[in-house]
């Protein structure tokens, strides 16, 4: 029986594409090490996904396209924080000593979402990701299942290749990509396509903007 889980070790190994998942989904495979080879019946386990900008350099054409985040590089000082990717959760089964989990992380192309903005600015290089890690450790105890928690001052850092996003996102979204528009705006892009004999919305804006070039 564990006495604490003061000692618990969470580190993340590896992360890669889940290809069978229906939308994008990367998997974080996690380490989870109790102390002096204890069990547990089973693990709850929450992460806090968050992007640390400041732990990378960037270029110049990726500068540029970090503007709506983070202004102009001179400013980059004051606002450049860490911010919030994603949560997730998984159940980790009984184990003793250590064992390694996938944890999901479920990804969007939103071009809308700050940290999409931030995916889709990288050239190359790594992501810097921090894991905060929290849960449930459930143990077997002489009058049943007892339960612990996770301190909550558990985090790991993993730097995920960009390649391996670019990667998911050209396996799910070939060739595509997504935008999020206001109903008043679809359904004028909706008149306009019909109006102009249109075959699909991608002619309909490539038409409108290569109306407005010619300006």
């Known amino acids: 029986m564990i006495e604490a889980i003061d000692d618990i070790d969470i580190r993340v190994i590896d992360v890669s594409p889940e290809p069978y998942a229906l939308s994008p989904t990367l998997i974080a495979r996690t380490q989870l090490t109790l ?20 732990r990378r350099p960037y270029t110049d054409a990726e500068a540029a396209g970090l503007v709506d985040l983070f202004g102009l590089r001179e400013r980059w000082s ?12 998984t159940m980790v089964p009984g184990f003793t ?7 999901p992380l479920p990804c969007t192309y939103d071009f809308e979402v700050s940290a999409s903005k931030y995916l889709h600015a ?23 299942l007892t339960v612990q928690q996770i301190p909550w001052d558990r985090e790991a850092r993993f730097e995920l ?14 060739g595509t990509g997504w935008l999020r ?11 306009y396509k019909s109006a102009h004999g249109l075959l699909d919305y991608d002619e309909a804006v490539t038409a409108l903007l290569s109306a407005a070039v010619a300006r």
């Open 35 to 54: 102390p002096d080879g204890a069990g547990a019946h089973a693990v709850a386990l929450r992460a806090q996904v968050r992007i640390e900008p400041t």
């Open 122 to 144: 990288l050239a190359d290089g790594a992501i810097p990701l921090l894991f905060l890690f929290s849960g449930t450790v459930f143990v077997k105890g002489t009058p049943g």
């Open 181 to 191: 528009l206001r109903g008043e705006t679809i359904s004028a892009l909706t008149d």
């Open 161 to 174: 290749p960009v390649r391996v996003w670019r990667d998911l996102m050209a396996m799910c979204h070939p």
């Open 97 to 103: 000593g250590d064992t390694v989990a996938d944890l």
């Open 78 to 89: 004051a606002t450049q924080r860490a911010f919030l990717w994603m949560h997730s959760t």
